[in-house]
């Protein structure tokens, strides 16, 4: 048996529901979910009018061990594995043999085509995981992991993975002035990563909660022109403004995402002063591994609020208002 958080109707809150497990097919694993964190992304999906998926099971990041394998499988019981937003992939096109699953033209997403990890256990496709593999030179993880580490290390799999992705998209060459919009979940992290990487790192935020936090983790107020923005909400007013921001070249790399999120910008404006926008969730499996490195060195540490799974459907209300500082992690022990 498994506990679950799933949504069974449209519009509605969530309810914590006791499953039997689906049986263990081909290709797929049964993981033993250590810790699950929730974010943005995963409210998106609980408010729409129509819902991809009904039940919708939230919940695209998180850490577990491997309990049971199918057949045809290339992991084994009893590996730590990180559950990425993936949920599945071709593993055979170019971009996936190139490390850059996420742009697959059969990715499927966690909770839009398959189960979210919040919950005691999921059953998924193996290629939606990635073992957690420690570095050279790292000490091995200690049995079983401090409640602390084990949220942390969920982080790995989805948003330090995408503040990887997202200042690494910048192709910035030497040590440049960025900007980072929207301090939450991934947004603390992209503070981070910025200025592990070198750079000179300004930050800014509606919430003053936010700005507290860039500024603690070593981001100055936002002032003058930067070189490179990562824009980590979906606020229109705020990729308005990081544009404004850029110096003539500059790059901007969006993170964050809404279903009614619109771009309002001058095409006169991105031409003329040769400005380059990218975009997009995750990274390439370099950065997934960096972003561990990166982790488990100290250099990056995540701000998480741990909650138990009875929690979930009270605290998800928390995301309402585009989160808070930090990230909610739920531990389902």
Request: hydrophobic content about 45%; overall charge neutral; charged content about 20%.
């Amino acid at each position: 048996m498994a506990r679950i958080v799933q949504l069974l109707k449209a519009k509605e809150p969530v309810e914590l529901t006791d499953q039997v497990l689906a049986p263990v097919n081909d290709g797929e694993v049964l993981v033993r979910i250590e810790a699950c964190a929730l974010g943005q992304l995963d409210w998106n999906l609980l408010t729409l009018d129509a819902p991809p998926r009904l039940p919708l099971t939230p919940g695209h990041e998180a850490v577990g061990v491997i309990q049971a394998v199918g057949r045809h499988t290339r992991l084994r019981p009893g590996e730590r594995v990180f559950v990425t937003p993936l949920s599945s992939c071709c593993q055979v096109c170019a971009w996936c043999r190139s490390g850059e699953w996420r742009r697959c033209a059969d990715a499927k997403w966690r909770g839009m085509h398959g189960d979210g990890a919040l919950g005691t256990h999921v059953v998924t496709h193996e290629n939606g995981l990635v073992p957690l593999e420690i570095p050279v030179g790292m000490p091995d993880l200690p049995e079983p992991l401090p409640l602390p580490l084990a949220a942390s290390l969920a982080l790995v799999g989805g948003s330090l993975w995408t503040a990887v992705g997202a200042v690494r998209s910048l192709h910035l060459v030497q040590s440049s002035r960025v900007a980072v919009f929207g301090v939450g979940g991934v947004g603390h992290l992209v503070v981070q990563v910025a200025r592990a990487l070198g750079h000179k790192v300004f930050a800014d935020d509606a919430d003053p909660e936010r700005v507290n936090l860039a500024q603690e983790l070593g981001a100055a107020p936002l002032e003058g022109n930067v070189d490179a923005a990562v824009v980590c909400t979906p606020s229109t007013q705020a990729l308005q403004r990081a544009v404004r921001m850029l110096v003539p070249g500059g790059r901007l790399a969006l993170t964050g995402s809404s279903p009614t999120g619109r771009i309002d910008l001058s095409v006169a404006e991105l031409v003329w002063r040769g400005l380059t926008i990218t975009g997009g969730l995750l990274g390439a499996r370099g950065d997934l591994d960096e972003g561990l490195s990166l982790l488990l060195s100290g250099r990056v540490k995540a701000t998480v609020e741990l909650i138990s799974l009875d929690d979930v459907p009270a605290r998800l209300w928390a995301l309402r208002d585009l989160g808070f500082p930090g990230r909610l992690v739920a531990l389902p022990r």
